[in-house]
């Protein structure tokens, strides 16, 4: 017995000292995975945000597919077959949601956070790097807005902090409200006189405070041109006001092409191309375009001149340099989108001279992007003037300068240029306008139902 009783009085001290001494004896880092830092600077956050943001808006599940719908490519097998077929499903929209919402977006809204908690002796440094995270929010919220109408913003990254886990969506017109806000609040940050110190790990404009500035307002006079459907005639003066702005500041583009050197770090295309080969070819409309009018392009965006009927299974040539070598530029905005902004404003409020200057740049702008050089113009371009040229002829050419972006997306839906034909075989009634809500968040967010939602449903700004 008097074993026994030993026995428990040891056991009762060791479960005592382990109930005293837990939180000592229990390494409070244990969860904590050292290679995944909790806090991290601002100068190591940004490339990281810019890298992500270049793959979720110049990736596979946004310009490839919307590239497909709007006939630059055309789907031939598996999976890019259907979407040639306008099959896609709220699984499809799964990884770029969740990308934007769980990686991109949480990170900048982290970015601005950081930036407003900077003290007065990292005054500059914290002006600059809200300005441009305000930069990347709005070009994100556009993005994801333009592609499911209403959105997660007000609430969205508050899961971390307040743990809540059902976002309200905020409506098109919120979020758009929100865009000019954070822009205007970017311009106004970007233009003092503390913010030309450069932030470290900028992969973009390597700190220049200057092209950032720039790009705001170029950003601003898109996103005011995109709501000329809400907003009538007042879009295409605020447009051209932005534009002048932005060429005044020296807009030259936005895009990422900083990719490292890792073996699988290249264009999202260009990985595409080479892992579902055969799969993806280059569209008939698109190709007849360029082919007609004997466009220097074509040798840049495609490696030939074949081009395959939307809907079909028929060869087509693929993608070239442009798009999908491992070093493609994944451009957010270019030059040519800027003049065709302003060549549309001007002929839409009766300035045809100017309309015309600005349509001859955009091109020019887009040959030289491409080419190198705008020495030969295409023939229907060469043979335009001030008299004969229209809204149509200006949306033509925006739409061969925008290939691989989503624009073209957003400008046939605002103006139904280039006029495109109905795929062979396809089930829905007429071409897409929007993408379903995703699988998973409709299933985890009580506040996203598709409930009543079709592809061919128009988004706010996109009013019949």
Known sequence: MKKYNILSVVLVLLISVFIVSCDTWIDPDINKDPNTPLVVPMEYLLPAIQSNMAYDLGGNDAVRTLGIWMQYFNGVD??????????????????????????????????ISKANEKNAD??????????????????????????????????????????????????QAEIYATIDLLL???????????????????????????????TAYALRARYSLLLQKVNGASAYTEALQYADSALVHGFAGYIFDNYGTAANAKN?????????????????????????????RLAQYSTG?????????????LPGNYAAAATAPIVHMNLAELYFIMAE????????????????????????DVTGSHGTLPTDVDAMDEASLTLEDIMIQKYLANYVTVQAFNDWRRTGFPTLGMPFEAVTT????????????????????????????????DVE
């Open 184 to 214: 205007s609040e970017a311009i106004t940050e970007l233009s003092v006189e503390e913010s030309i110190l450069p932030i470290e790990g900028d992969m973009i404009f390597d700190g220049d405070n200057e092209q950032w500035l720039a």
């Open 430 to 461: 007429e071409i897409p306008r929007r993408y379903p809500y995703p699988q998973e968040e409709e299933t985890y967010n009580s506040n996203v139902s598709n409930v009543g939602i079709d592809l061919i449903d128009r988004v706010w700004w």
């Open 122 to 171: 990292d005054i500059a440094l914290s002006i600059h790097t809200s300005g441009v995270a305000k930069v990347l929010m709005a070009d994100l919220l556009a993005f994801t807005t333009n592609l499911w109408n209403d959105i997660p913003y007000t609430e969205a990254f508050l899961g971390d902090i307040e743990g809540l886990m059902n976002p309200k969506l905020d409506t």
């Open 78 to 111: 598996r999976q890019s077959e259907t979407e040639g077929h306008f099959v896609y499903t709220p699984a499809n929209c799964n990884n770029l949601w969740n990308s934007i919402y769980g990686v991109t977006g949480k990170d900048i809204y982290i970015l």
């Open 268 to 296: 999202p295309l260009a990985q595409f191309m080479s892992e579902r080969s055969g799969d993806l070819v280059m569209g008939s409309t698109f190709i007849d375009m360029l082919v007609a009018n004997n466009d220097p």
């Open 345 to 368: 404003s001007y002929i839409m409020t009766a300035n045809s001279a100017d309309a015309f200057d600005a349509y001859i740049d955009g091109v020019e702008a887009s040959l030289d």
């Open 305 to 317: 001149s074949e081009g395959s009927d939307p809907g079909t299974s028929d060869p087509g040539s």
